[in-house]
């Protein structure tokens, strides 16, 4: 892939990789870190998979934008990796405005708030969130499944605390 | 969202409660700003420079995050090779095809765990104990050789595979052989570091197109997030 075919293909990924991080990161370090995720793309273009960009984009930029996070962090270093997706937004960076919706979202683990939000915000795929979880589609039908059904159950206790907390 | 969840109520309710990011208009030069540097080889990235001097001792080393029984000998026949330990306790944070390393040199650093005439074995943590697993997990440094430990714990019935020195040789630790640039997120991983001083993910190319080895990653986290473990040691 040249220059001018990688400029064609990424170019209506601009704003789709915006909003990501935008959902994730201060509005003052998205082009930053836009470019830093274009940078990586470049120089592993030619393991893009066809069809699946925006996907890998994402992946591209759910590593980039943890490495961001950890950097910010004291401890940044010693943040497990294996129950901590460092990408996944909290309620607060998606700006959820239904505060029971908003509490159970944060309930969850980042795993969870990490496959819901590639799902739910950025309208991907199940197949381009396989993509970018490197895992197969059954498997992220799975994941998303259990973690729509944690959310769900959050949720419901939510309501049953603010019907409790009106008596 | 066109699937299965499409009409999902839950997740429609998550979906109505988030607001619209105001993002900022991208331009495309950043774009072509990000394709004009071609310095840098397709398929790795370099590290930095103190880590490469610190690995400059020994040359090519290798390195690898497994999760291994430390109670299992393994009997493939590795040769004994030096190795400094300095690159545990003060490579800092490299950077791995977009991600991080982590650093041993604060509290909870990679200590030896088990000298064994194939290697040696290092982590930071011992799940044995808080686990009903005989597990740990152990980052291998060896030279210009990854090697597993041939044992995988409990349930990930499969996890071993992923390290066996075949598949190393099958790929032989160029970019071509490897099939994907990023490490798993949320995982473990295995990194490369070979002898040209570029540092791999290590995901063989024969597990990766079918998804094998992220359902064997999958099925690991899952079973030690079933098992309560909360943190997973890295260094």
């Known amino acids: 892939m040249d220059q001018d075919k990688f400029v064609a293909t990424f170019r209506s990924h601009l704003q789709d990789v915006s909003k990501y991080l935008t959902r994730r990161v201060e509005i003052s370090n998205v082009e930053d870190l836009a470019s830093e995720i274009f940078e990586i793309a470049w120089r592993k273009r030619e393991s893009c998979p066809e069809g699946f960009e925006l996907a890998w984009l994402y992946k591209i930029a759910g590593f980039v934008v943890s490495n961001h996070r950890k950097k910010l962090s004291r401890r940044a270093v010693m943040v497990p990796l294996l129950d901590h997706d460092m990408s996944a937004p909290s309620a607060e960076d998606v700006a959820l405005d239904g505060s029971a919706v908003a509490e159970a979202f944060d309930k969850l683990s980042a795993k969870d708030r990490q496959v819901l939000s590639l799902l739910v915000f950025e309208q991907l795929s199940i197949k381009e969130i396989a993509v970018v979880l490197g895992t197969t589609e059954n498997n992220t039908s799975q994941r998303i499944k259990r973690a729509r059904e944690r959310l769900a159950k959050h949720l419901a206790q939510q309501v049953s605390d603010t019907h409790e907390g009106g008596h | 969202m066109k699937n299965q969840f499409e009409n999902d109520p839950v997740l429609g309710q998550l979906s109505k409660a988030a607001r619209r990011p105001k993002a900022p208009k991208l331009s495309e030069d950043l774009l072509v700003a990000a394709s004009k540097d071609s310095s840098v080889k397709d398929g790795k990235f370099k590290l930095p420079a103190l880590f490469l001097s610190l690995a400059s001792a020994t040359a090519a080393v290798a390195l690898v995050a497994v999760v291994a029984n ?83 714990i409990d349930s990930p019935s499969k996890f071993w595979e992923i390290t066996r020195p075949k598949y190393i040789e099958e790929q032989g630790f160029n970019s071509t052989g490897l099939c994907n640039f990023a490490l798993p997120m949320g995982r473990p991983s295995f990194l490369v570091l070979a002898s040209d001083g570029g540092l791999y993910n290590f995901e063989p190319a024969n597990l990766c197109q079918n998804g094998k080895l992220g359902e064997y990653l999958d099925e690991l986290d899952e079973a030690l997030s079933e098992l309560g473990v909360k943190s997973t040691p890295m260094f």
């Open chain 2, 70 to 152: 430390p109670a299992i000998t393994n009997t493939e026949p590795f040769s004994q090779t030096e190795f400094n330990e300095d690159l545990l306790v003060k490579s800092g944070a490299s950077r791995v095809d977009g991600s991080f390393m982590s650093n041993p040199d604060l509290p909870g650093q990679a200590s030896l765990l088990l000298e064994a005439d194939f290697g040696d074995f290092y982590a930071n943590e011992d799940w044995s104990t808080q686990l009903d697993l005989e597990a740990n997990l152990y980052f291998l440094v060896r030279n210009s050789q990854v090697f597993q430990v041939y044992r995988p």
